[in-house]
């Protein structure tokens, strides 16, 4: 025998799923009686596993245009370390505001791993035009390149672009802040891909304006630096005694 029960679900859809198939699982699954939750619910699932499948199709497809603009397989890497930056606020974001991963906001994912790596394709063009400059002063002059020298001129050329950075992703969060607060009295569907997207770049405005520079820095063999080379960036050594004792010599 086969029974057929439907209902209607007011509130949070996919807590409400979860809820009933604990008190099916611990009833009426046995040898005897077998539940199956389908409808809407399996309609979710289908679309959820569509929409994931888009996501990594999406970053796939960014990385290959990132690759050929920059003419690298390295650097689009270094562009793409801001995408789990505004994955992570995204997922923080829905947390704190009670909304659950679904079909739709899986779609602010989508939007937000377009947004966030603007964020790092301007800092990293203008890092290599920076680099590049510097290499043919180098050539010119025959004063290489120092570690402080390089570290000043990436603080200096981050903080030239907070503004514009700044400016254009305020723009996406201003735009979407009122769906995402549901303005207008009632929630709306699209509600949760909103939070995802205001979250995600809110987070990653803030933080790879750390950690891009930060990595930079490292493929430009940057890591684990002596401090005497930020101190003396010119001798392999400090010369006068307290120098030496400071720092251990």
Known sequence: ??????????????????????ILNERYNNDDVHCVISGEMLAMKEALSEVGFALGLGVIIIFMILASQFESLSQPLLVMTAVPLGIVGAVFALFISGQSINAISMLGFIMLVGNVVNISILLIDRFNIMYAAEKEKEKV????LGVLDLKKHIVKTTVDHVRPITMTTLTTITGLIPLAIGFGGKESTNQPMAIAVVGGLSFALVLALIFVPYIYLITKGMRNRENEELFFPDANAPQDDWSRERLGY
């Open 141 to 144: 002059t025959g004063v290489k």
């Open 1 to 22: 025998r086969t029974y057929l029960v439907t209902s209607n679900v007011t509130g949070n859809f996919s807590e409400a799923v979860k809820e009933l198939e604990g």
